[in-house]
Each structure stands twice: as structure tokens, then as C-alpha cells.
């Protein structure tokens, strides 16, 4: 990339697109991104309003041999929604959401927020499986996979995918379906952002039903019997109820949801007598209400580092390496999050989509979450910590989206799937345009490759 020839290319797109380069007043607005972590200097971010927005900015980025980031809802954990002296584009303008309630179907703006969706679906009692903050991007998420709390019952936010309108590295605006390059449809149902910028989602909605939750706090020193009574309390769980927990060192808190018909008292009661909780909660919420109630602690600007996996079950050695983990806790908001999956999200074949890890019953993310950048050494060595030593129990695959280091893509997608993977990078995006993400390189996995793999980039922090 030529400094001097990009600068000049710059002053030209500025003529027809948003262009917030490093001397316009909204710079270190425009900038950043949620994770406090990262604080990049690109040459300049182009908020996009429009497909043809997108286009032109891509075109401009292979022109002109330029780093690209995308950005949507900007939460990229290992910060790849941003990058120094590159291109940021901006998706955030694109955030129009049109439902039609007859059809039950959601067209969604790439640059839309999960709490968008919500809202747009709660005056038809509609939803779409989607993730647990609402200020996440619709369109990071969805890449990945998307799990939260309606999966058991309705599945991966992939699952609920029609189609999408995108943008490949070329320049080509192409409609991506089941019956439209299924080949493609297969990959970007969680291959992540490695094959073009999605600049419409199409989703299938589901009626919603009554929702009741109810919340368990147990006490440190309960947290051992808190945990072992969860995992079997889970697995008596219906697939209409979503299951997680949060480990600190001030205790275990278990949250139960159950949406769809009318559910049994004893479904949500049960998970609060594990012992003598210090608080408990249970009764009808609003689902967008609900979905919003950890945006406070994920708040934008705040130091964020995970790792997570997939496990089978939640057996007596896990449970220890989480209730270890969690007392030794570097600071008050850093967790270990564990999610119970199966139901819905096993009902489809593991080989039907990228996403890699149907099998998998839990899966966990040691999340330490901090303020000072004093701490940054103490909490990112913790979060590895307890995150190799659940990984030693976990499964090979992984989940993409909750991962703060790079260049993962190999473990987490096995070789199967990164081939095949890797064969469609090298069709759709020979010059690895779209590096930045969980980077599948050009022809990653393929033996005897026609073309080697270019353009890779190094992560700072990647294992």
C-alpha cells in the first residue's frame, strides 16, 4: 500500500461517499470501536449509507492495494472492525429493518444492531434467534453463527437465515441463497466475514409466546453445589428453556428462561434450590427488556478479552476448573459465562453449515472485563488460564465469534471444513481482500494449492 497514492485516492472518494479521514473534526469519534482495547488510527473510516456506498469503498480498497476493515456493530473481540492506516468501512448507517408480519420474514440493513431486530419484531410478537446484547451487530454475528437464548428452541441465528445481499471482493453485487450460490450460502453460515460485505440479511421470524425468566444468585462459598446442581438441572431442561450462568468471585448467578407456551413453575423454580440463594427472581419479562439487561457491564469503551469452547457436558472436573477459576477472579466483572446449547441448534446436520460444533451441550467463554490499563497483563493471563484448562476438556471444534485472539480458524473449523472453505476464499477472494476477521486464507486446508495463499495478516495479540 502507497501512503502518498492512497492519500490521493482519498481526496477523491471524499467527493462522493462519507469519508472521515484523520483531519475531519469526527475522527476519534468515527473510529471506535466497542472493545477499549483497541485504539486504531486508520487513514480514514467511509460511512456507508448505501450498497453502492459499499461498493464503491471496496473497489477503492483492492485499487488501491489497502487494508480493509468492516465494521458494523463494531464488537469485533480481537478488534478486527478496526486497523491502523487502512480503510475502515463503516456499516453502521445501514441499519433499516423491515418486517412482514404475514410472511413472517425480517429484512435487515448490514449495519443493524441485535437490538434493532428485537425491537422491530416485538409489535407482531416476532422474533429471530439472536445473541444476549443488544448493541451487538446483527451482521458479525450472524457470520459466526449466532447463539443466545432462544437457540435451544429455535436454533442458530444461522438457521433463520434466507438469504443475503453481498459484496465480493471484486466489486460484484451478488444475492446469496439456498438455490443462488449455495456454495456461498454454505460458507458465510458461519465462515464469518472472509468472502464479501453483507449489506442486507433476510430472516425467517417465529412467534415468540409468553416469556418468564427467573434469576438465582448463590453465594461463594455455595458455588461449588451451585454448579454441580446446575448441570443436572440442565440437562431436565425443554428445549423451550434457555439455560446459562455467570461465575465471579461473588457467587454463581443461574438464569432460566422459558418462552413459547405457558411453562411449569417448577421448570424455572427448581434452579433456585441448589442451596439458599441470596436473591431470586421469576415472572414474565419482555423479551427486548430481557435481552438488554447485560449492555450496562458490556458497556462500549470497557477492556474485554475471551476465549470460549464447547464441551459435552458439564462434568465434576469442569465444574471445579469453574469454580477455581471464578474465585480467582482479577476483578469484579470478569467472568466465566457458560450457555447450554443442544435442542434445536443439534437438530441440524453438522455438515450442513460452516459453523462448526452442533455436538456441543455447553459452551463456556472465561470473559475477564476490566477498566484500568493497569490490569491488562493480570486479566488477559487470567482469562488464558482458566480458558487452556477448560480447553483441555472441550471439544476440537469452536465458535468463532467469542475468541479475543486471532488466526483460529484452522482448530475451530476442523479440516474438513477449512478446506472446503479455503477452495471458496481462493474462488470468491483470491487476494484475501477480507483478512480481517478469523481469517481463512486462500485455499487454507487444500492440498496442492493452484494458488498460494496472500495477504495475511498478523493479529497483535494472537496466541
Known sequence: MDPDRLAEG????????????????????????????????????VRARSRDDVVATVRFAREHDALLAVRGGGHSLPGLSTCDDGIVLDLSPMRSIAVDPEGRRATVGGGALLGDLDRAGEPFGL??????????????????????????????????????????????VVLVDAER???????IRGGGGNFGVVTSFRFQMHDLGEVVAA???????AAADALGGFAREAARAPREMAVSLVATDSGVHLSVM?????????????????????????????????????DESMRWGRRIYSKGGFVADLDDEIVAIIADGAARAPTPDSEIYVIQLGGAVADVDEAGTAYAGR?????????PVWDDPALDEACIAWGRDVAARLTARSLAA????????AGIAASAYGATKLARLGALKAEVDPTNLFRLNQNIAPNAGVRDPVTAPTGAATQPGAD
Open 258 to 294: 422459558r418462552s413459547g407456551s405457558p411453562a411449569p413453575s417448577d421448570d424455572l423454580e427448581r434452579f433456585g434450590r441448589l442451596g439458599t440463594p441470596m436473591d431470586a427472581s421469576i415472572g414474565p419479562v419482555r423479551f427486548v427488556e430481557l435481552q438488554a439487561a447485560g
Open 215 to 221: 434469576e438465582y444468585s448463590y453465594a461463594p462459598e
Open 181 to 187: 450460490e449455495p456454495d456461498l450460502f454454505w460458507a
Open 10 to 45: 482519498l481526496a477523491r472518494l471524499q467527493q462522493g461517499l462519507d469519508v472521515v479521514a484523520r483531519d475531519h473534526a469526527d475522527f476519534d469519534a468515527a473510529r471506535r470501536v466497542w472493545n477499549g482495547l483497541w485504539d486504531r488510527r486508520p487513514a480514514a473510516v
Open 398 to 405: 469452536n465458535y468463532v465469534n467469542e475468541q479475543a485472539d
Open 359 to 367: 455436538s456441543g451441550g455447553f459452551f463456556w467463554i472465561a470473559q
Open 127 to 172: 422474533v429471530t434467534p439472536a445473541g444476549v446484547i443488544a448493541h451487538t451487530g446483527v451482521g458479525g454475528l450472524t457470520l459466526g453463527g449466532g447463539m443466545g437464548r432462544l437457540s435451544r428452541r429455535l436454533g442458530l441465528t444461522i438457521d433463520s437465515l434466507e438469504g443475503v445481499e453481498m459484496v465480493l471482493a471484486d466489486g460484484r
